[in-house]
């Protein structure tokens, strides 16, 4: 350690130095922590988008599964409809005829037009 006497040459760092003495290794320990730091967020940012990338693929997956699915089912419904309405109804007569195909029928724009 450097003499602070008022005649002896001094720099600022010897007067930190002799003001602070456990401020370098204090200071090495804040640099280590900083990094660490800076690369935990760094990490948690990387993690955070890689997970709502997925996120946002599976619904998008899903919402086209979906679509595709309902999509099937209407023309499933369709079709049978048609069948139903040309007398060639996949079910037996009793199911065709029944009173919610009725309804159904009685819903129809084509058959509410020729009843008029």
């Not at 139903?84 to 084509?110: D, H, N, Y």
């Given at each position: 350690?450097r003499?602070?006497?008022?005649?002896?040459p001094s720099t600022?760092?010897?007067v930190?130095?002799a003001?602070?003495?456990g401020?370098?290794a204090s200071?090495?320990?804040?640099?280590?922590f900083?990094k660490?730091?800076t690369w935990?967020?760094i990490l948690?940012?990387l993690l955070?988008a890689?997970?709502l990338?997925?996120?946002?693929?599976?619904?998008?997956l899903?919402s086209?599964v979906?679509a595709?699915?309902?999509?099937t089912?209407?023309s499933?419904l369709?079709?049978?409809?048609?069948?139903?309405s040309?007398?060639?109804?996949?079910?037996?007569l009793?199911?065709a005829?029944?009173?919610?195909s009725?309804?159904?029928?009685g819903?129809r724009?084509?058959l509410?037009?020729n009843?008029?």
């Amino acid at each position: 350690m450097r003499d602070l006497t008022p005649g002896s040459p001094s720099t600022r760092a010897a007067v930190a130095r002799a003001a602070y003495p456990g401020f370098t290794a204090s200071a090495m320990r804040f640099r280590i922590f900083h990094k660490c730091a800076t690369w935990a967020g760094i990490l948690i940012t990387l993690l955070a988008a890689l997970l709502l990338l997925m996120v946002v693929y599976g619904l998008k997956l899903t919402s086209q599964v979906e679509a595709d699915r309902l999509n099937t089912i209407v023309s499933l419904l369709r079709e049978i409809g048609e069948k139903i309405s040309r007398g060639t109804s996949p079910f037996p007569l009793e199911v065709a005829k029944s009173p919610i195909s009725q309804k159904l029928e009685g819903m129809r724009p084509e058959l509410k037009s020729n009843s008029r």
